[in-house]
């Protein structure tokens, strides 16, 4: 745990330096007449004292085995799953909700969820299908077209 | 308006069938959520919380409420019979529950669990009624410092209650309340830290932050464990507890109760510190201790008990100071502010339908608690069989959809995947999310109250320790900081309720 709080520590020190070095750029003001740096600043300041508390601390800390990751811990399906979010970002607006939401449930419950491609497919295609009726139609959240732009 | 014409007002705006629908709406999910572990009511609030947007305020605001006190009845099933907890609230259920479960006393230890739950929450219900009008008129003489000073102590009681380190507490609060900082300043109508992105111009979007924290967060670590357990009893019969079950839960109850709600006033204090300390204190009064963690139906009662008096009255200091106790009451002050209500002390007074009718909502939800939890346990128990591998993608795209359709903002999903990457690496370096989400949440709050107090004073910072209560205040939140210094912070006591 020593390496880990000191690390984090060390983070969010450069976190709240940059912090105070963004807010010395803006007008401070005095006391009695703060500016729109004042409060940012005074968070930074507050935040660079706790980080450096939680590096001393860390310092005086026995070094205990912490493993950052579990035992047998499946780190493919997290990078999986946060490669299928980004996709889906980028897409969702160029492609359109449906298209993107099909793809989207079949990447994720094949390749995170590891079922079989008859279950991949319904399954994303039920989803898919029930939440654009709910949301377009029930609840009438208006959501992106992309290709279909003219034809839903 | 008088005592009884204001709980005659809240009842009339739950007998509109639309509230009760949706009162309905919210213990019926509270109870699924608290029964699928891995899913937990901060996720579930924040999932809900676009929809919430486009609904009724009362509506939105009684299903809120009904899903986090929903939740508590439901979290105790899983620990009972799957020796799981669906809530953190429900860890010391385990002990106790799941053991009877293993001496084919699943039924009475999942009543007794229920009529407690409904007994605590009925009370609770009726203590939010009896103290809160009065503290919010209290609160109504307070001024700028006062407020401020209320926000330091609030933000250093999350920490001070929080499982791990209360520095990181203070830091990850801190960094909320600079995150909150960020966009369009309205005192000076300056831009900070939008380095020409325009979307944050309005600063980062609550919904996406909170499901980032939440949601996406709590998918990737559950994706890195896979989540099992052994059901002892698939059909629990014999729910009603006996005289002697009875017999023994009563004075626990009672007592669970007192604890929960007392523990829930206080901000930081989460269920986990209330069945904690109901557990403790029944195993120390009871002539039998060396049951406890054998079958002690007292060791269910009390704990059960005083998790739900406890999420009633977590909604006195929020409804009343505008103080959120904990990271699942942050959420309900954000889905307060995004129906454009301020929560604090004129909430009550501005809002009386909102508030009255929250309450009597409260003793509609906890009957029908009742009664979900006891004749339709077999149904929850066999909500425990979906795979977790089918809720993932579903709770994932909800965060995204959520997070688009407030907006329809992609900058929005962006930042939603940010702070789900900041979430999960959060909870890997020991760090809780509910001091960031309080911070971030109340950050207009309290800079709008310091630079006030510091106009007050012509720029003294003695202004907060000149002022009777916000010399209390502060004197006490220094306190708090300082004593884990000096090695004083309790062990035993939870985190707050983010957990899940």
Redesign the interface.
């Known amino acids: 745990m020593r390496k880990f709080d000191l690390i984090s520590g060390l983070f969010l020190l450069v976190v709240s330096i940059g912090i105070c070095v963004v807010s010395f750029q803006m007008e401070i003001g005095k006391p009695n007449a703060p500016s729109s740096g004042f409060y940012p600043l005074l968070t930074g300041g507050v935040l660079g004292l706790f980080s450096l508390i939680i590096i001393i601390q860390s310092r005086k800390q026995d070094e205990v085995s912490v493993r950052f990751w579990l035992p047998g811990a499946n780190k493919k399906a997290i990078l999986i799953a946060f490669v299928i979010i980004l996709i889906y970002i980028l897409l969702l607006e160029r492609m359109g909700f449906l298209v993107t939401t099909v793809l989207f449930f079949i990447l994720i419950s094949r390749f995170v969820s590891g079922h079989s491609w008859k279950t991949v497919l319904v399954f994303s295609f039920l989803a898919s299908v029930t939440t654009y009726i709910v949301f377009r139609f029930i609840l009438r959240a208006p959501l992106p077209q992309g290709i279909f732009e003219g034809f839903l | 308006m008088d005592f009884w014409s204001n709980i005659t007002l809240g009842f009339s705006v739950i007998i509109d069938p639309t509230n009760m629908l949706f009162c309905f709406i919210g213990v019926f999910l509270g109870t699924l959520i608290g029964v699928l572990p891995g899913l937990g009511p901060g996720a579930t609030i924040s999932l809900l919380l676009p929809?919430t947007y486009?609904l009724d305020p009362i509506s939105s605001i009684i299903m809120v409420a009904g899903i986090y006190y929903g939740a508590k009845y439901g979290g105790s099933t899983t620990s009972i019979l799957l020796n799981i907890p669906g809530e953190p609230d429900t860890v010391i259920t385990c002990l106790d529950g799941y053991q009877m479960a293993r001496q084919g006393r699943a039924g009475p230890a999942l009543g007794i669990s229920a009529f407690g739950s409904f007994i605590a929450g009925t009370f609770a219900t009726l203590g939010l009624m009896l103290v809160a009008p009065p503290l919010a008129e209290f609160a109504l003489r307070f001024g700028p410092p006062e407020i401020f000073a209320l926000m330091v102590l609030a933000l250093n009681l999350i920490a001070f209650m929080s499982s791990g380190?209360q520095?990181?507490g203070?830091?990850m609060a801190?960094?909320g309340?600079?995150l909150g900082?960020i966009g369009l300043?309205i005192?000076?109508n300056?831009d900070?830290?939008v380095f020409g992105y325009n979307f944050l111009l309005e600063g980062l979007g609550i919904v996406p932050v909170i499901l980032g924290l939440f949601g996406?967060a709590e998918?990737?670590s559950n994706?890195?464990?896979?989540i099992k357990g052994k059901i002892f009893q698939k059909r629990a019969p014999n729910l009603l507890p006996s005289l002697k079950d009875w017999k023994d839960s009563f004075w626990p109850i009672i007592r669970g109760t007192v604890v929960g709600f007392f523990v829930g006033l206080m901000p930081g204090g989460g269920g986990i510190a209330s069945t904690f300390a109901s557990y403790s204190i029944e195993k120390r009064v009871s002539k039998h201790p060396e049951k406890f963690g054998k079958g002690a139906i007292e060791g269910v009662a009390g704990p059960e008990s005083a998790n739900n008096a406890c999420s009633g009255a977590n909604f006195i200091p929020l409804m009343t100071l505008g103080v959120p106790t904990n990271g699942i009451m942050a959420i309900i002050f954000a889905s307060l502010l995004i129906n454009g209500l301020q929560p604090g002390p004129l909430l009550i007074k501005n809002n009386p339908n909102l508030f009255w009718g929250v309450i009597a909502s409260m003793y509609l939800g906890n009957a029908m608690l009742l009664i979900l939890n006891l004749p339709l346990i077999g149904m929850w128990v066999r909500f425990l069989t979906i795979p977790y591998?089918?809720l993932?993608?579903?709770i994932?795209?909800f965060c995204?959809?959520g997070s688009?359709?407030l907006k329809?903002s992609?900058a929005d999903?962006?930042v939603m995947?940010i702070f789900?990457?900041l979430g999960?690496l959060m909870r890997?370096?020991?760090?809780e999310a509910a001091p960031l989400i309080m911070g971030f949440i109340i950050s207009e709050m309290v800079?709008g109250s310091?630079?006030r107090s510091?106009?007050m004073s012509?720029?003294?910072?003695t202004i907060f320790f000149t002022r009777p209560i916000s010399c209390v205040l502060m004197i006490v939140a220094l306190v708090l900081f300082i004593l884990p210094f000096f090695g004083r912070k309790p062990k035993v006591l939870g985190s707050s309720d983010d957990e899940k």
Not at chain 2, 428 to 431: A, D, I, N, P, T
Not at chain 2, 458 to 461: A, D, E, K, R, Y
């Open positions: 929809l486009r380190s520095i990181k203070l830091a801190t960094l309340l600079f900082s300043d005192f000076h300056v900070r830290f996406v998918i990737l994706l890195e464990v896979e591998t089918v993932a993608p579903m994932l795209f995204l959809l688009y359709t329809n992609v999903l962006v995947l789900g990457i999960f890997k370096f020991r760090y800079e310091f630079i510091l106009l012509n720029g003294s910072f």
